[in-house]
């Protein structure tokens, strides 16, 4: 088996429509592909149609704050019918909208010839997040979005929005018959770095694995992060966090080895 269990749609802020994204797979040599839409199973049901020989995994990841920083959560195997991860999601979606339209104001105060029906547009549908924001100022000639001169973390065109504690998601997903990830915990391109001490403390909470093979993480980090989930007793997954023509990441760049695959799917039930 290959698998890649970190793979977004036009359901959020990839470029990839759900019903593709498993022929995509096939065609990477993937037997297994998570959808981990940001906040949203709104691409599952598409992707799980168009499966194939490929299979599917329901996933979600979901914007979480872990002390002073946001960090990101992968729930796999969840049941999507789950009513509170359900209510939650569509409330980090309701704010995740209020958020980008005020980026957008606060872009055009700051002298961004862009407009809100432009992002909309790029957004296609999806809830509105900082890469269709980056998208629109691009095609303006914007070429440095997140940096602290537009939408990075506490940027000038930055807006706090509303996020759960990491250990309330990880307490959601598992509620939901899944198992929760972290996912690039070190990555070079993202402010938050997560600890020991704090990797420690999600293990505490329920976290069942790191994210350790990740185009965003080097390869020395990703060996301190195995020699990490080994001491806490985590299992490791690897994953190319696809999203499309937005990166320039391959589906399947980085894979999940399958006895982990197995491992993560029998704590969530066997799902």
Request: proline share 7%.
């Amino acid at each position: 088996m290959t698998i890649d269990l970190h793979a977004h749609s036009t359901a959020s802020d990839g470029t990839t429509p759900p019903a593709e994204l498993p022929r995509l797979a096939a065609g990477a040599g993937l037997t297994a592909v998570a959808l981990t839409d940001h906040d949203t199973f709104a691409g599952l049901a598409a992707a799980t149609a168009a499966a194939g020989d490929v299979e599917v995994i329901p996933g979600v990841e979901i914007s979480c704050r872990l002390d002073d920083a946001e960090v990101h959560l992968l729930g796999l195997f969840v049941d999507p019918g789950h009513e509170p991860l359900a209510a939650e999601l569509a409330l980090v979606r309701t704010d995740r909208d209020r958020r980008g339209v005020r980026m957008v104001e606060r872009c055009r105060e700051l002298g961004a010839p862009i407009t809100l029906a432009q992002v909309r547009a790029i957004a296609g549908g999806a809830p509105l997040g900082r890469p269709h924001i980056a998208a629109a100022l691009a095609a303006a000639g914007i070429t440095d979005a997140f940096t602290p001169e537009w939408i990075a973390d506490g940027g000038r065109a930055d807006v706090p929005k509303h996020v759960l504690a990491a250990a309330d998601a990880i307490a959601l997903v598992r509620a939901a018959g899944g198992v929760a990830v972290l996912a690039h915990p070190r990555s070079v391109k993202r402010r938050a770095s997560v600890s020991d001490p704090q990797l420690a403390a999600l293990r505490d909470a329920g976290l069942a694995g790191i994210e350790a093979d990740h185009p965003e993480q080097p390869p020395q980090v990703r060996d301190r992060l195995r020699e990490v989930a080994a001491d806490l007793g985590l299992l490791v997954t690897g994953s190319s966090d696809f999203h499309g023509d937005r990166k320039p990441v391959r589906l399947g760049e980085c894979t999940t080895a399958p006895e982990v695959f197995a491992a993560l799917r029998q704590a969530a039930g066997g799902r």
